[in-house]
């Protein structure tokens, strides 16, 4: 197992460069009553360096989720009576894949047999660079065999409770206790990238394994986790490799949190604040 203590460094920005350059980055994230969200993941992927970002979102909360944020684009997904995405929207989303670099899916979306239907959907797309978070999680551990249908390249970013639903769903032994051991074995035996969140978030491929520095207890919070992504996706869509990605994504998170925490203390932090400190995170980081 190869301990990674460096952490990867995105190339410089050419004098050249349009938004077309630093990827083009589809969140699906949102249902009734998680618009903000859809916003979080929107907002970190544009402060994270994503040249063009787009949120796909139920058409009954996209005048919410547009209004936060005049800088990210928007994609009317079809819904159901409660709010949640529905199968019909699987045909945009697969129409969007054409024009996207990566997407990120699951936050905010309310779990339901539409939004499964949909996630197993863009599992099935070859090639397709995916960000699964949150609910995206939770409705792919009611997925049967999962790892056998997925043909995109995956990051999954579980926090424990969200694992101790991933594990079973897929395995007969009993998860590992340690959750180094237990990251690297799902990552092996699903072929992903594993961001096991917590105080030291692991990241690991199988093969490779990053334990994190950065953070604090104070970012325990509502939406951190929805910023993450939108991080993580935005590093993808630049051009870093997915295990990279999720690396360097999982410290600059950590750094912008430790940034914030020294100005407004850890009881005060909020999610928002975290992205409000990603432009000195990214600057002290490269």
């Given at each position: 197992m190869q301990i990674i203590k460096d952490i990867p460094k995105l190339k410089p920005r050419t004098a050249d460069s349009h938004k077309g350059t630093f990827g083009k980055v589809c969140i699906v994230a949102g249902s009734l009553g998680?618009?903000?969200?859809?916003?979080?993941?929107?907002?970190?992927?544009?402060?994270?360096?994503?040249?063009?970002?787009?949120?796909a979102t139920p058409k009954s909360i996209l005048p919410i989720v547009a209004s936060i944020e005049p800088s990210y684009t928007t994609i009317p997904l079809e819904d159901d009576a409660s709010g949640k995405i529905s199968k019909k929207a699987a045909a945009r989303l697969l129409k969007a894949i054409e024009e996207n670099d990566v997407f990120a899916f699951g936050c905010g979306m309310g779990v339901s047999p539409a939004v499964r239907s949909v996630l197993e959907t863009l599992l099935g797309v070859e090639k397709l660079r995916m960000v699964v978070d949150?609910?995206?999680?939770?409705?792919?551990?009611?997925?049967?065999?999962?790892?056998?249908?997925?043909?995109?390249?995956?990051?999954?970013?579980?926090?424990?409770?969200?694992?101790?639903?991933?594990?079973?769903?897929?395995?007969?032994?009993?998860?590992?206790?340690?959750?180094?051991?237990?990251?690297?074995?799902?990552?092996?035996?699903?072929?992903?990238?594993?961001?096991?969140?917590?105080?030291?978030?692991?990241?690991?491929?199988g093969e490779?394994?990053?334990?994190?520095?950065?953070?604090?207890?104070?970012?325990?919070?509502?939406?951190?986790?929805?910023?993450?992504?939108?991080?993580?996706?935005?590093?993808?869509?630049?051009?870093?490799?997915?295990?990279?990605?999720?690396?360097?994504?999982?410290?600059?998170?950590?750094?912008?949190?430790?940034?914030?925490?020294?100005?407004?203390?850890?009881?005060?932090?909020?999610?928002?604040?975290?992205?409000?400190a990603l432009p000195a995170a990214f600057s002290q980081s490269t």
């Open positions: 998680m618009s903000g969200a859809a916003a979080l993941v929107g907002r970190s992927a544009l402060r994270s360096g994503s040249g063009l970002v787009r949120v949150a609910d995206g999680l939770n409705n792919m551990s009611k997925i049967k065999d999962w790892p056998a249908k997925t043909k995109a390249s995956l990051v999954l970013t579980p926090h424990p409770g969200e694992m101790s639903r991933l594990w079973p769903g897929l395995f007969r032994d009993k998860p590992l206790k340690d959750r180094q051991s237990l990251a690297v074995e799902f990552a092996k035996r699903t072929n992903t990238i594993v961001v096991l969140k917590g105080a030291g978030t692991v990241v690991t491929d490779q394994v990053y334990i994190n520095t950065t953070g604090n207890p104070g970012m325990a919070s509502a939406g951190a986790g929805d910023v993450l992504t939108g991080i993580i996706a935005a590093l993808m869509g630049q051009g870093m490799n997915n295990f990279d990605a999720a690396v360097y994504g999982v410290y600059v998170h950590g750094l912008a949190g430790d940034i914030a925490v020294d100005e407004l203390g850890q009881v005060s932090l909020m999610a928002t604040d975290i992205i409000d």
